[in-house]
């Protein structure tokens, strides 16, 4: 059983910056990035392969956000720059122990954090 610890949401201004953390408690092959906004389904944000060399984002983050891993420490980082109040939600972060094919489905990933806020204000 693989545990997830998020960190580091908040509150920031439009076109400001916050960087996410998720810390594993073992070893994952897949992270991702979810997020759900208050009366909207949980969406895909950001995925990144074990070794770093693929990443994927949802066409409404890309060239904003960031995503990378460090895997001697086990965790997956969300750098979130020029936000906007659309982005404000719950970010989850996601894992599994297997390679995940469909990386933007929520149904591939077996492990997910408890979630942190984000909150962007205009």
């Known amino acids: 059983q693989v545990q997830l610890v998020e960190s580091g949401g908040g509150l920031v201004q439009a076109g400001g910056s916050l960087r996410l953390s998720c810390a594993a408690s073992?070893?994952?092959?897949?992270r991702g990035w979810f997020r759900q906004a208050p009366g909207k389904e949980r969406e895909f944000v950001a995925a990144i392969s074990w070794s770093g060399g693929s990443t994927y984002y949802a066409d409404s983050v890309k060239g904003r956000f960031t995503i990378s891993r460090d895997n001697a420490k086990n965790t997956v980082y969300l750098q979130m720059n020029s936000l906007k109040p659309e982005d404000t939600a719950v970010y989850y972060c996601?894992?599994?122990?297997?390679?995940?094919?469909?990386?933007?489905?929520?149904?591939?990933?077996?492990?997910w954090g408890q979630g942190t806020q984000v909150t962007v204000s205009s």
């Open positions: 073992g070893r994952t092959l897949s």
């Open positions: 996601a894992a599994d122990e297997l390679a995940v094919y469909g990386v933007a489905r929520s149904d591939e990933y077996d492990y």
